[in-house]
């Protein structure tokens, strides 16, 4: 079947017609008004002869008038991909001959360079895609445009958003002229532009319909003839927008901000780690006195701070709170939300978000000893904590009886439902960590008018007692020791030399004994469903190829470590000298605290090593139950359980239950939103990313504003990542990513600053950026898509700044 009626084209059929041509059928079927046409299937592009009878005869039956041929490819049109623009168009095709040509452009334009690039950003086959092309008539409009049932700008679901502007809609599509911009929000405005309110009104209600059919919002082309007749071009899920909350029962308008990037991680959470972290961050906060309902969202990790932003006593402490691990960029977005109306608080004073009274006295009791017992004695409290991770670690390997699939399902159900938070060893993990914290935090307003904060990061650098910093000298130590393996380790890509070590078929060059004591972490680590570096080491070759890299002894991570640690020191006693002779008590406050500072600060990362021993554990149990299921044909591969939940594994234990359909179908959205590159921070339960509504800071002169996280001013080129398993770091490089957790922490040893998306001053990357001593600047919006690899790129810590000079080099642009 070469040549189909377009009203026969189905969305069954989008492998034989593409994505546009199943769109319009469903249009026509839907009793739609859509210009009447047809389709040169993809069996024609397959045998790659052009089908001209057949095209010719349907030609003739659409009365051999100007037409429209549009690409209609089977990778078009997507719920993740539209490929707007990316094939060809052409219009007012008369004639065969101009049609049949018309037909090859679009065949062509399948393996132009803008389709090719677009392919490959998303991890599409190239051999996999074909070609449809649509041929029908052409509409002459007096205005044409564009229809989004969802507010593409602010991701509102109760606005939609039109573009028009008279004649041939492509002025609206390329940009190629002003447009007429309107918001449909329901109330009745004023006629202005180049339609009328009646016409607006029309628009509304075809959206509406639309987005019913089709269950999710739409972006459509349209066009008004001169009749006043409302023609649809093109209807096809919008693909930009980031999932909307789910709906809830409780009062509208909610907020929900991002917990994930606090560990540095943008990435979606898969199933199985969702179902762990949200209990596992639930119970934290619990032990902190506070109720918060963890959100899935877009694989994403929120929480609904409704009830406390409404709540009259927690609101005026909230934005405050969010500044140690959120950042500027969340306090900035709560405090807009506290000045909306909607979020006023309510009366009567119910706190509905805090923990119970009796919770909350206990949890502050034991958070007032254990942190004045860490600043009494920090070495001690030091002692006690690595003592309670050891016996964390021994407890949490799972018992020698386990035998059969269903003993390891309780065994993991088990260490899911463990979220006691009395424990005398979490006591001993918690209250040190947040000394140090407090610590760390507090000198900063101690010492407005003595010291600036860049002062104050300055004595936080070279911070002993980081379990993260170790494990990164550690594997320095590693590298400076490979002798007369260099080359191959140089040489050979690090997925060979991963499988090669895992074969036991390397040369024995230290990893072994790294892995043994830090094979329980990666990147995204706190994520169930991600492999650790036991698994799989490839990321820590691609870091030890980084670091053969460093020439300069005295660019070694060792010597910038120590230096970072002199500095800071001597740093130290001229600002507590400096502020007791200004202001002498709150000179021997602050001098106290960032003594303190200096001997616990450091362990805020053994919180977390500490808990990815359990995960480890788990982890591996939910591996031999998948083995098993997988030998039962119920699951495709083991790792296939980390895209389902405990209770459905309880299903296909116990019962049979097959459940690769919803696997392969969980497996589909987790790979469409590992290509999302932005994540908002924070969402109201219409669906509005509120940073979209707050007023946009400008420098005005290209310098990228955010904010100083480690002092220092550094000039390089920069390097954009957004995978650290495979990133080739040159030393001096600028560090660009959306965000780091500590399993991006070896590409800090070679890079000369770093520069993020988003973050809070004590959160990971600013802390080891601190520790080696290399500016930092944190919340500089869109820095990986308005930086370029290769692009020189000043990073200015103190001031909060990156200037960008000049273009991207041509040869660097865009390796990892």
């Known amino acids: 079947m070469q040549v189909i009626a377009l009203s026969e084209a189905t969305a069954a059929m989008s492998a034989l017609v593409g994505g546009k041509a199943a769109g319009l059928g469903e249009l026509i079927r839907h009793g739609e008004r859509v210009p009447d046409g047809f389709c040169v299937t993809t069996e024609a592009h397959r045998l790659g002869v052009v089908p001209t009878a057949e095209i010719v005869a349907a030609y003739q039956r659409l009365g051999a008038g100007p037409v429209a041929v549009r690409s209609s490819a089977t990778a078009e049109d997507l719920p993740d991909a539209s490929f707007a623009g990316q094939q060809d168009t052409v219009l007012n095709v008369t004639g065969t001959a101009e049609l049949i040509a018309a037909v090859e452009k679009c065949w062509a334009s399948l393996h132009g360079d803008r389709a090719t690039a677009y392919r490959d950003a998303r991890g599409i086959d190239h051999q996999t895609v074909r070609m449809a092309v649509v041929v029908q008539r052409?509409?002459?409009?007096?205005?044409?445009?564009?229809?989004?049932?969802?507010?593409?700008?602010?991701?509102?679901?109760?606005?939609?958003?039109?573009?028009?502007?008279?004649?041939?809609?492509?002025?609206?599509?390329?940009?190629?002229?002003?447009?007429?911009?309107?918001?449909?929000?329901?109330?009745?405005?004023?006629?202005?532009?180049?339609?009328?309110?009646?016409?607006?009104?029309?628009?509304?209600?075809?959206?509406?319909?639309?987005?019913?059919?089709?269950?999710?919002?739409?972006?459509?082309?349209?066009?008004?003839?001169?009749?006043?007749?409302?023609?649809?071009?093109q209807s096809r899920p919008i693909t930009s927008l980031f999932p909307a909350p789910p709906v809830s029962e409780k009062p509208l308008p909610r907020v929900y901000l991002e917990f994930g990037h606090v560990q540095g991680m943008l990435q979606p959470v898969t199933p199985m780690g969702m179902s762990t972290l949200r209990t596992q961050i639930a119970a934290m906060l619990a032990a902190l006195g506070v109720r918060v309902e963890i959100v899935d969202i877009g694989g994403r990790l929120y929480g609904d701070l409704t009830d406390l932003a409404r709540d009259r006593s927690s609101r005026k402490r909230l934005v405050k709170l969010l500044a140690v691990d959120f950042g500027p960029r969340a306090q900035a977005v709560m405090q807009h939300v506290l000045a909306d109306p909607r979020f006023a608080p309510t009366s009567g004073g119910v706190r509905r978000g805090g923990a119970s009274g009796g919770a909350s006295l206990r949890t502050a009791r034991r958070a007032v000893v254990g942190i004045l017992r860490a600043l009494a004695r920090p070495e001690a409290a030091r002692t006690r904590m690595f003592e309670a991770i050891e016996r964390l670690k021994v407890s949490s390997a799972a018992p020698a009886e386990l035998l059969t699939t269903a003993d390891r399902l309780r065994f993991v159900q088990a260490q899911d439902d463990d979220t006691d938070d009395t424990d005398d060893s979490a006591d001993a993990i918690m209250w040190p960590i947040v000394a140090g914290m407090l610590a760390a935090a507090l000198p900063t307003a101690l010492l407005k008018g003595i010291a600036g904060p860049d002062e104050v990061h300055t004595v936080l650098g070279g911070m002993p007692h980081n379990v993260t910093i170790e494990m990164d000298l550690a594997l320095w130590r590693l590298a400076q020791g490979v002798g007369d393996h260099r080359q191959l380790l140089l040489d050979t890509p690090p997925a060979e030399l991963a499988a090669r070590h895992l074969r036991g078929t390397l040369?024995?060059?230290?990893?072994?004994?790294?892995?043994?004591?830090?094979?329980?972490?990666?990147?995204?680590?706190?994520?169930?469903?991600?492999?650790?570096?036991?698994?799989?080491?490839?990321?820590?070759?691609?870091?030890?190829?980084?670091?053969?890299?460093?020439?300069?002894?005295?660019?070694?991570?060792?010597?910038?470590?120590?230096?970072?640690?002199?500095?800071?020191?001597?740093?130290?006693?001229?600002?507590?000298?400096?502020?007791?002779?200004?202001?002498?008590?709150?000179?021997?406050?602050?001098?106290?605290?960032?003594?303190?500072?200096?001997?616990?600060?450091?362990?805020?990362?053994?919180?977390?090593?500490?808990?990815?021993?359990?995960?480890?554990?788990?982890?591996?149990?939910?591996?031999?139950?998948?083995?098993?299921?997988?030998?039962?044909?119920?699951?495709?591969?083991?790792?296939?359980i980390m895209f389902l939940t405990l209770d459905e594994v309880h299903g296909c234990v116990h019962q049979g239950v097959d459940l690769r359909g919803t696997v392969t179908a969980r497996r589909t959205v987790h790979r469409r939103e590992l290509r999302r590159r932005t994540v908002p921070v924070a969402l109201l339960s219409d669906g509005t990313d509120v940073e979209t509504v707050l007023p946009v800071a400008s420098t005005g002169d290209g310098t990228l504003a955010g904010v100083g996280a480690s002092a220092g001013r550094v000039t390089g080129p920069a390097r954009v990542v957004h995978d650290p398993g495979t990133a080739h770091i040159e030393p001096g490089e600028v560090l660009v990513a959306a965000t780091t957790d500590p399993g991006w922490t070896p590409l800090f040893l070679t890079a000369a600053a770093l520069v993020t998306e988003t973050g809070a001053i004590m959160a990971h990357g600013p802390t080891v950026a601190r520790e080696y001593g290399i500016p930092a600047v944190i919340c500089v919006p869109d820095a990986t898509r308005t930086i370029t690899t290769g692009q020189l790129v000043t990073v200015d810590g103190g001031a909060g700044t990156v200037t960008p000079h000049g273009p991207a080099a041509p040869d660097q642009e865009g390796r990892q």
């Open 138 to 233: 052409m509409v002459t409009p007096a205005v044409a445009g564009v229809l989004f049932t969802a507010n593409p700008l602010t991701g509102r679901r109760d606005e939609m958003a039109v573009d028009a502007a008279p004649g041939l809609g492509t002025t609206v599509v390329d940009g190629a002229a002003a447009v007429d911009h309107y918001t449909l929000d329901g109330v009745t405005r004023t006629e202005a532009g180049c339609l009328t309110s009646t016409q607006l009104a029309g628009l509304r209600a075809t959206g509406e319909r639309l987005q019913a059919h089709f269950g999710c919002p739409q972006d459509v082309e349209w066009a008004i003839d001169a009749d006043d007749v409302l023609w649809l071009l």
């Open 507 to 640: 040369p024995d060059i230290g990893m072994t004994a790294f892995l043994d004591a830090y094979g329980h972490r990666g990147v995204a680590e706190v994520d169930l469903g991600v492999p650790r570096w036991a698994e799989d080491p490839t990321p820590v070759f691609a870091a030890i190829a980084n670091y053969l890299r460093v020439t300069d002894p005295q660019q070694g991570p060792d010597q910038r470590f120590q230096r970072a640690a002199s500095t800071a020191e001597t740093a130290l006693e001229e600002l507590v000298t400096r502020a007791r002779r200004r202001r002498p008590v709150r000179g021997r406050i602050a001098g106290f605290l960032l003594r303190r500072a200096r001997s616990l600060a450091g362990l805020r990362e053994a919180g977390k090593f500490a808990g990815l021993y359990p995960l480890r554990e788990t982890r591996r149990q939910l591996l031999l139950i998948g083995a098993d299921l997988h030998g039962r044909g119920l699951l495709d591969q083991p790792d296939d």
